[in-house]
Structures are given as C-alpha cells and as structure tokens.
C-alpha cells in the first residue's frame, strides 16, 4: 500500500467513506466542465435519466468529452484503482449527476432527486425464503469526483460505519431508518471541486436536495471483475483504446478472449503499471 494512502484507507475501512482534498487540478476539473456544458447545451442528454426538472443523470459520461474520458481512464484514477480496490476491479458504472433548482419549471424540490431514498449500493439478491442478501463491507466502491462544490442542502448524505451492520438489506425504510438514524447519525459529504470521496457501498447514503448552486459529480463504481456492468460495454469502442481502458470495460475479462489458450476468464496482472 502507498503510503499517503494509508490514512485514508483506515478511515474507509471504519467510516464508509473518505475524502481526498484536491486530488484534481483546478485546470483538469475545468476542462471537464467545459466537457459537461459542450455536451448537454441544447437540452441532449444522451444516456440521461430524469427524476425531476431538478435532478439528471447521465449515464456513461466518458462517451461525451475527451477531458471526462481522461479523467475516468487516466493515471490517478489508476492509482486510486490499485491502491484501494485491486486490478481484479473492472466499471461497474460512470455516472455525471445534477441537482440544481430549475427556475424555468415548477418542480417539486424535495420530491425525487435520483437516489433520494437511503439505500446501498452492494449487489444483491433474495433468495428462495425472499431473504435479502448484499455483498459485505470491503467489497465494492464508489469514487465521487467533484465538479463543483457541495452544500449542507445538496451533498450526498451519509450514515457512517453503516457499512459494517450485518443488516443485509438494499434499502433502509420505517422503523430500521429511525434504528440507523440513531445508531449511525448522518453527516453531510461536503466536497470542493477537485476533491474525491472514496465510499465503500455497503455504506447507506442517499442524494441530498437541489440548491440553486450548480452540482456536478461523478460517481464511478467499481466491483469485482465477475460482477456485470450496468451497461454492455464489451461492445463501446473508443478510439486508441489504452490496456486500462479494455481492462475497465470488461474487454480483457468477459467474454474469455479467443486468443487466451487455455480456458481463462480474467488475467488479473493484464493491466498491471499505471499508464
Ligand atoms: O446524488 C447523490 O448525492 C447520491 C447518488 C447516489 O446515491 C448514488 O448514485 O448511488
């Protein structure tokens, strides 16, 4: 483990959640700025989801501009990769979110922002007594990179050390909310443009509500290579497709390639120095 990783890595172990100040150049976060406005002016949002006039996402967003493509796919996102999940990781997803208070339309503010409700992000499933089970703590993560600044009304809201209950559910409603709300409290995810937060997704969180502040995140979900992506992305084809790239987006991983000799479905050192 590099060390000035160190720090944060036991802080994520124990709280669900850690920030790196400026991890980002101011110039890097604006050149993704740039990015954003170019690609969604007119009103198009490929890929996007809408919950309310006040809240989109969009999914996919290293598709629509080379400065977001570097900042997903580029040397310190690399680091963040090795150093706190492994190279076995591949993208489970790359979402921008918005929330900002849309003068032009009537919205209900505090009505549905995407992931307005308190759930983690753990794959999980039922079972054959409709028992829910989500994978452990430690397993799968989250990096959110700022865009803009967060606010106490607009960041991401967060019940650290939730991660580590035995509770094993998607979501938290009722009675188990008000038991976590006492146990765990809920903190604010206050961040700066250009800093990351790292959360582990067995932590509860949800979206806070829209502020007339603009708030732009990425959120960038890892998981273990086996886990499928939100998304096909065997088949996205970039041009000069760099080893991390192919690696990220299950290309050297599933399906098995032809050219691998024996039966393999992941070489887990094919991407193995920062690029
Ligand atoms: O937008 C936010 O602050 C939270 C988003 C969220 O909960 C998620 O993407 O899982």
């Not at 006039?53 to 290293?62: K, L, W």
Request: contains cysteine; proline residues 4%.
């Amino acid at each position: 483990m590099n060390q000035i990783y160190d720090f944060n890595r036991i802080e994520l172990d124990q709280k669900g959640f850690t920030v790196i100040p400026n991890y980002f150049l101011p110039d890097e976060i604006n050149e993704c700025r740039n990015d954003i406005d170019k690609a969604f002016e007119g009103g198009k949002y490929p890929h996007h989801i809408t919950s309310s006039a006040s809240s989109f996402h969009v999914h996919n967003f290293f598709l629509y501009g080379e400065n977001l493509r570097k900042i997903l796919f580029g040397k310190k996102m690399q680091e963040i990769h090795k150093n706190f999940y492994s190279t076995n990781y591949t993208l489970r997803n790359a979402v921008a979110s918005s929330i900002q208070i849309n003068n032009a339309i009537k919205d209900n503010l505090i009505h549905n922002p995407i992931g307005s409700a308190w759930h983690r992000d753990t794959p999980q499933f039922y079972d054959r007594n409709n028992k829910s089970h989500a994978l452990n703590n430690g397993i799968t993560y989250q990096v959110v990179i700022a865009l803009d600044s967060t606010n106490s009304m607009n960041s991401t809201k967060a019940m650290a050390g939730s991660h580590l209950d035995s509770f094993a559910e998607h979501k938290l409603e009722d009675v188990k909310l008000i038991e976590f709300s006492n146990k765990y409290g809920v903190q604010d995810m206050l961040l700066k443009p250009g800093d990351i937060a790292i959360i582990d997704d067995n932590m509860f969180h949800k979206a806070g509500v829209a502020s007339n502040e603009s708030r732009w995140l990425l959120f960038c979900s890892y998981t273990p290579w086996y886990i499928k992506p939100y998304f096909d992305y065997a088949n996205v084809q970039l041009d000069d497709m760099t080893l991390y790239e192919q690696h990220c987006l299950h290309q050297t991983s599933s399906p098995p390639n032809y050219d691998e000799h024996l039966r393999n479905t992941f070489v887990s050192n094919n991407w193995s120095k920062v690029e």
